[in-house]
């Protein structure tokens, strides 16, 4: 059983810009972000393909969060740049472990950006 473990995330003003980080214990196919701001249903941010790196974005990250990899270490991370009070959730860690169906999930970090 594949487990995640994620680290970063914090308060910083609007502009600003944070770095989450998830650690896989296992390999996966795909790994990704999703959040979920008080009141609203989780959404999906990015993702990743392990194999060649190709990436997806919600529009409304698209241009401010990159999400990349470290193969080595199976951690994948969220550079999250202009950030806005909006971008303020829970974020939370997935993996697709051996298809495209997000099957293991992390604890969830927390990201505000007040107003």
């Known amino acids: 059983q594949v487990r995640l473990v994620e680290s970063g995330g914090g308060l910083v003003q609007a502009g600003g810009s944070l770095n989450v980080s998830c650690v896989a214990s296992?390999?996966?196919?795909?790994m990704g972000w999703f959040r979920q701001a008080p009141g609203k249903e989780r959404e999906f941010v990015a993702r990743i393909r392990w194999t060649d790196g190709s990436k997806e974005y919600s529009d409304s990250v698209k241009g401010r969060f990159t999400i990349s990899r470290y193969n080595a270490k199976n951690t994948a991370y969220l550079q999250m740049n202009s950030l806005k009070p909006e971008d303020t959730a829970a974020y939370y860690c997935?993996?697709?472990?051996?298809?495209?169906?997000?099957?293991?999930w992390g604890q969830g970090t927390q990201v505000t950006v007040p107003s």
């Open positions: 296992g390999s996966t196919n795909f």
């Open positions: 997935a993996a697709a472990v051996h298809s495209i169906v997000w099957n293991v």
